[in-house]
Structures are given as structure tokens and as C-alpha cells.
């Protein structure tokens, strides 16, 4: 015990003074950036970077709608000072760095987060809230029409919230150490199970059966498909409110992986979503030589015509029935 006393008297004591963290600057002046906090919260902060919050102010489709300057009214959402009492502010400093640690773990100068401590010292104020970290309404005030939609699907039955799909859960430590005594520190933390912050439709958690789709041949062997997608998640189908969205029906050649991409069909945009619980078909015509080239699959894609430098996100596989002729 005298040992590890001394090790983190050492520690702290060569420290600078951890208030900067939790400090709101007046405007004009510097303020937390998510690089501080990820001297202590190494991977959290490269999940972060990875995700669609770190790149909310700095899109090019943002920033081509929002105006240069922004205007005040998108940054609450692109560049928050905190989303916790459902009135976001936008930033005065470190815009550029979106949806950041602080806009959802900062209130009133404490770092609230779903896990308490289990460190030998936390170097700045530290609250749990685990109901309010697992609940949608902390993803309300930014996705408001997205989460009108899920609380109307909860209402007919239970659902899976925001983060159990849009989240993985992962089991570390909260704070990972980063020298020799903050890696001493550390070792005396318990693991716990979390959510991972890399939030990126391209790497979501996947909600078993959210999509299911139903093929037959019209009429058998022909070449023609009907598919019917049936949207099982608690959310239209796209949702979302701004940007461009399409959602599209692409034959695959299994083996290779090469998409058949004119023998594609539009599901439904963003003005013709589907609702959650409802069904839509449609016919899909193949040639013989599709047919012939081997097992074909359909994949459910997600395009966005409005951010062009986006690839399409593929939401859910489908093997399409094989047929004896065509």
C-alpha cells in the first residue's frame, strides 16, 4: 500500500490541474477538446474519430446547407455544448470537432457518463446516470423526428432502444493508462460493459430480423421476382430529417460479389419511407445470364445522393431462390 501511495502522490503531483476538462469557457477563449479527454479515454476517443458525431461540422454536405459561417440553428446539433437538458447550445470553441465528450457527458461542470468510477483517484467530478445513458431521450433533442418515430413503435410493443442497435456493446476499463503510473492506476479498475462511441450505420450493432424479405418467381422460373421487404425496425425506413435518402434493391453474384447494379430498383426515398411494421413489393427482372452466372442474393442498400463522397451502406442480405430456368 506505502508503495502505491507514493506512486500516485508521484503521479498527481508532477499532474496540471484537471478543471480545464470541466470548464466552460467564456466565449473567445479555449474550452475541452476531445483530444484532452482522450489522454485518459484512449479508445473511446478513436471510436469517436471514427464516427459520424466526430465529422458532424466538417462534412462537406454540412457545410454546403449550413452557410459559412454555419448558422446558429444547425450548430446546436453539428457543434453542441451539451444535449443533456434537451435545449442544445452550440459551442463558442473547438467547433470544428462536432458532436463531442463534452456534449453529452458534460453538466454542470461534472462528468456524467453510464459507469461511476472504480479508479483510485478521478482527477475531475464524476456522476453516474446509467438510466440516462441507456435511454433514446439522449438522442432526442438532436434526432427528435427519429425518436417520435420510435417512441409511436414502442407504444404497439417493445423495441430495442437507439443505442442497442446503433452502439456495440464492449467490456473494459473506463480510463486506459497511458504511462507507467496511469497504467498502475488503471490496473486497479474494473472492467465493466459498455457502448462503444464509433456510432456509423456502416458498423452498427445488427437488430435480428429489423428487415425481412420475401422472394417469389413470377411466374416460376421466368426470370421475374417479387420481392416484398417488410420494415421490422422502430423507425421508418429511411428516417432521419435532413439529407438526401434512397433505399435500393441490388442483385449480387454471390461468389464474386459483383453487384448487378442495372438490374437494381428504388425500395422508397425519404418522402416515401416506410413506416415501421409496414410491407412494400416490388419485381425484379433477371436475364439469363445473371441467372446462370451462380447463387444470386439481393442486398437491401442505403444511398445517399446528397453526400456524394458516401458509399451505399448495405442494411441486410437476402439469398435470392435459385431457378431451374429462365
Known amino acids: 500500500f506505502g508503495v502505491l501511495f507514493l506512486c500516485t502522490t508521484a503521479l498527481f503531483g508532477g499532474c496540471t490541474s484537471f478543471d480545464h476538462l470541466t470548464h466552460i469557457p467564456t466565449a473567445g477563449e479555449a474550452g475541452p477538446t476531445a483530444q484532452a479527454c482522450g489522454s485518459c479515454h484512449g479508445q473511446q476517443h478513436l471510436e469517436w474519430q471514427r464516427s459520424v458525431h466526430a465529422q458532424a461540422a466538417i462534412g462537406r454536405t454540412f457545410l454546403e446547407a449550413a452557410g459559412d459561417p454555419p448558422g446558429e440553428e444547425c450548430l446546436r446539433c453539428h457543434s453542441p455544448l451539451g444535449v443533456r437538458n434537451g435545449q442544445p447550445l452550440s459551442r463558442t470553441f473547438a467547433r470544428e470537432e462536432g458532436v463531442t465528450c463534452i456534449s453529452c457527458h458534460l453538466v454542470d461542470g461534472v462528468m456524467h457518463g453510464p459507469h461511476g468510477s472504480t479508479a483510485l483517484v478521478s482527477p475531475h467530478p464524476i456522476r453516474e446516470d446509467r438510466a440516462a445513458y441507456a435511454s433514446p431521450a439522449l438522442c432526442a433533442p438532436c434526432h427528435d423526428e427519429t425518436h417520435a418515430q420510435w417512441r409511436q413503435a414502442t407504444a404497439r410493443q417493445g423495441a430495442p432502444t437507439c443505442q442497442e442497435c446503433h452502439q456495440a456493446s464492449v467490456r473494459r476499463t473506463v480510463t486506459q493508462g497511458t504511462g507507467l503510473f496511469s497504467n498502475l492506476l488503471v490496473a486497479f479498475e474494473k472492467k465493466a460493459t459498455t457502448r462503444s462511441h464509433d456510432i456509423n450505420l456502416e458498423r452498427m450493432a445488427r437488430f435480428p430480423g429489423g428487415i425481412t424479405l420475401t422472394v ?52 422508397g426515398k425519404a418522402s416515401q419511407a416506410l413506416a415501421s411494421g409496414a410491407s412494400r413489393k416490388v419485381l425484379i427482372t433477371l436475364k439469363a445470364n445473371d441467372v ?20 451505399p451502406i448495405v442494411l441486410a442480405s437476402f439469398p435470392l431462390p435459385s431457378t431451374d430456368k429462365v
Do not use: C, I, Q
Not at 429511411?238 to 460479389?257: C, F, M, N
Not at 446462370?292 to 458509399?311: F, I, K, M, Y
Open 292 to 311: 446462370l452466372a451462380g447463387p444470386l442474393r439481393l442486398d437491401l442498400e442505403r444511398h445517399s445522393p446528397s453526400h456524394a463522397e458516401r458509399n
Open 216 to 267: 417469389s418467381t413470377k411466374p416460376p422460373g421466368a426470370g421475374l421476382f417479387e420481392v416484398t421487404v417488410r420494415n421490422n425496425l422502430p423507425h421508418d425506413l429511411p428516417t432521419g430529417t435532413y439529407g438526401d435518402k434512397e433505399l435500393r434493391l441490388v442483385p449480387v453474384v454471390a461468389a464474386e460479389s459483383r453487384r448487378l447494379a442495372e438490374r437494381s430498383m428504388v425500395l
